[in-house]
């Protein structure tokens, strides 16, 4: 440990009042100061006791993570979004950088060693100009369907949670797996259809995701996210029992941050459909 010296891990033992001392030949408290400031500081048996019988550190003492943490992190996080949302209604044009932005951030947090609070926090400030600037342009075309996405998303979160404390929704080893080899597919295909709607390939506003080939594939996507959902639970869960540190909870956060953007982005894009795609 810092600041633990060589002789005997004690720094006291290096201190100069616990050396000889020439005029008292006292080794160990050479000055009569040395020797009073011991005197001074001696517990008494009743002390002792008191001090045993104290009860033992909690979280907020040992700096460990706690539920209230994450719940605090993440009220930050969805605070910022929501600042950066009305940012990005007012001005639509910052929607694209701020996708770029967020992308970046959330790639650089997701496989960074040590979560940088500063790091998620502007991750969800981007995320929140993009969100703003979205839902502008689709409450332009759909009047109120970005309230309707609003409750569904936090419905989903709610109807998840509720699940999973009860103790109905938990993730498995082979749910998780089959999670990893749905995601893979759902990124390949969303890059294959963003680069086909780049290219003029395909029509429509969300191209190969248009009718009820894109309804089926948001309800897929839909069904993904609230399996991550349970996936932040259950690491907010294991980070709180095995103690991780305070600063974890920033992880945590972020990791439910991105659960939430993705949610939203799909269930509004499912709305927008049954609303009229095409």
């Known amino acids: 440990m810092k600041g633990i010296t060589m002789a005997g891990g004690n720094p006291l033992f290096n201190s100069k009042t616990f050396q000889s001392d020439a005029r008292g030949g006292t080794v160990g408290f050479g000055t009569a100061a040395a020797q009073q400031t011991v005197?001074?500081?001696q517990m008494s048996a009743q002390q002792l006791q008191d001090m045993y019988n104290q009860p033992a550190a909690g979280p907020l003492q040992t700096g460990r993570m706690t539920i209230n943490d994450v719940?605090?992190?993440t009220l930050i996080c969805f605070a910022?979004?929501?600042i950066g949302a009305a940012v990005g209604w007012q001005l639509p044009a910052l929607m694209l950088p701020a996708v770029i932005i967020g992308l970046v951030l959330g790639l650089v947090n997701s496989f960074k060693r040590e979560v940088s609070p500063v790091l998620v926090a502007l991750y969800a400030a981007a995320e929140g100009i993009f969100l703003g600037g979205i839902s502008g342009v689709f409450e332009t075309m759909y009047p109120g369907i970005v309230m309707q996405a609003v409750l569904a998303t936090f419905s989903v979160f709610a109807v998840t949670l509720v699940l999973y404390r009860s103790g109905k929704y938990r993730a498995t080893p082979r749910m998780t797996k089959m999670f990893m080899i749905a995601m893979i597919g759902y990124l390949v295909f969303s890059l294959l259809n963003l680069v086909l709607m780049l290219t003029g390939a395909v029509d429509g506003m969300f191209g190969l995701r248009s009718g009820w080939i894109g309804l089926a594939i948001g309800a897929l996507a839909v069904l993904l996210a609230t399996y991550s959902l349970v996936l932040d639970f259950t690491q907010i869960q294991e980070a709180v029992a095995h103690g991780a540190p305070e600063k974890f909870a920033w992880r945590c956060a972020f990791g439910l941050t991105v659960t939430m953007v993705w949610?939203?982005?799909?269930?509004?894009?499912?709305l927008a459909i049954l609303r009229g795609d095409d």
Not at 263 to 270: F, G, K, M, S
């Open 263 to 270: 949610l939203y982005v799909e269930i509004l894009r499912i």
């Open 39 to 41: 005197q001074q500081n």
């Open 80 to 82: 910022l979004v929501i």
């Open 71 to 73: 719940v605090a992190k």
